[in-house]
């Protein structure tokens, strides 16, 4: 196996974050993933594990080797017991429902993108929406994972601690080449958009929440309206809300068909997610500095959303449910005096940063939101004693 390029330049979806490393490997399987780990090891150099770019922040710099596990993709094995299955972390989250589908298997929540690597998408705890459904990361009932000696470990539930440490993990503990995964049975869903007053959607956002499977909605900056999203399974009586006006066509089919959106425009984002309770207090908060000092130049939509709680280690929903908002602005105006402003607020509210999003945060001040850091900062030390998973901005968030 030979690097690909020498110089060969990576960028993220938005094009905010790119560099030229000193080379990238694209392994076909685990033991070429391991050969790569102990060159690296025996080299002196970092690797870091590239997906489908589409984090916003520099998880994945590095000058050394970017190895990216496109060619590790697709589901092999099957377990019809327990409706559990063995995926490679290459596969990416539209192909993982179109291989479910054969098996009458679904994910139990996507999030508003499928482009991404479901790697990537489980190491910074991508999520969708609903009260009762964990990030995606909660469906990691194992994996196999390389650390920085070499060595491949079996992790699975009879070691809680290091299946909690590894379901959302920056890629810092090691290179995950496969994962068993806990599915459920596919259902065909209904998928509905209203328009609502932003008032009407606030004195009834615990019945929509608690009504619905999933549901969220975006707050529109410019005509401080709301459109709620919900989706439930077809065959459910869902009454439609009364103050609301439909958006659109109601969209039936399986989950991993209609949830994920096209996404033409691209945008910068910064995401937090909140004590459940603290959602409402903090939307109308960050609703009204932007009506004050933001609406003439931000057009971007708000997003409201809802993650039941976990007990993964570094998991921004550890052991509270929560709500998620996130602010956006289009990649090609300034964003950064705007997300500089909004920032207190979601931490004056107690949020956690997502990992895969804008943020300011360091190790400090992100230590004291998680309560098992150090648990997983030990198994980190150990996993990698070299540090060979670390870059600069890991070292910056982490502490290492």
């Not at 459904?133 to 390389?146: D, E, K, P, V, Y």
């Not at 929560?322 to 949020?351: C, K, M, T, W």
């Not at 804008?358 to 997983?376: C, N, Q, V």
Request: a negative charge; hydrophobic letters at 35%; one cysteine or more.
């Amino acid at each position: 196996m030979y690097p690909m390029s020498i110089k060969e330049r990576w960028q993220n979806w938005s094009g905010s974050v790119a560099f030229t490393p000193g080379e990238i490997e694209k392994p076909r399987d685990e033991e070429q993933v391991r050969q790569v780990v102990l060159r690296a090891k025996k080299e002196g150099k970092q690797i870091r594990v590239v997906g489908a770019g589409h984090s916003s922040v520099p998880l994945v710099v590095s000058d050394h080797i970017v190895m990216s596990l496109e060619r590790l993709k697709g589901l092999v094995n099957h377990f019809p017991a327990t409706n559990q299955v063995a995926m490679l972390p290459g596969t990416d989250i539209k192909e993982a429902g179109e291989l479910l589908i054969q098996k009458d298997l679904s994910m139990h929540n996507t999030g508003d993108v499928d482009l991404q690597f479901i790697g990537g998408a489980f190491a910074t705890g991508t999520h969708g929406s609903g009260r009762k459904l964990q990030n995606l990361s909660g469906m990691i009932t194992g994996c196999r994972l390389i650390d920085g000696q070499g060595e491949i470990h079996e992790i699975d539930g009879s070691d809680l601690h290091q299946l909690n440490a590894a379901k959302v993990s920056l890629g810092a503990l090691g290179i995950i080449t496969q994962f068993t995964l806990q599915t459920v049975p596919a259902e065909k869903v209904v998928r509905q958009e209203f328009w609502a007053r932003v008032d009407a959607c606030m004195e009834s956002l615990d019945g929509l929440i608690a009504g619905n499977r999933m549901f969220d909605f975006y707050w529109y900056p410019r005509n401080d309206l709301v459109k709620l999203r919900i989706c439930n399974p077809i065959d459910d009586k869902v009454e439609r809300p009364a103050y609301a006006v439909p958006a659109k066509e109601d969209q039936k089919g399986f989950l991993y068909q209609i949830l994920p959106q096209e996404r033409s425009l691209k945008f910068e984002e910064m995401e937090y997610l909140l004590p459940f309770e603290a959602g409402p207090a903090c939307f109308q908060e960050i609703r009204k500095r932007v009506k004050e000092k933001h609406r003439h130049y931000v057009g971007w939509r708000i997003l409201y959303r809802t993650i039941a709680a976990d007990e993964v280690y570094l998991s921004p929903s550890f052991s509270r449910d929560s709500v998620s908002i996130s602010v956006l602005q289009n990649v090609d105006l300034e964003y950064q005096s705007y997300f500089d402003d909004i920032e207190p607020i979601f931490r004056a509210h107690g949020g956690r940063p997502h990992w895969g999003k804008k943020h300011s945060l360091t190790a400090e001040e992100i230590r004291g939101l998680y309560p098992r850091w150090d648990d997983f900062m030990q198994l980190r030390r150990e996993f990698d004693p070299d540090g060979i998973f670390l870059n600069d901005y890991l070292k910056q968030i982490l502490d290492t």
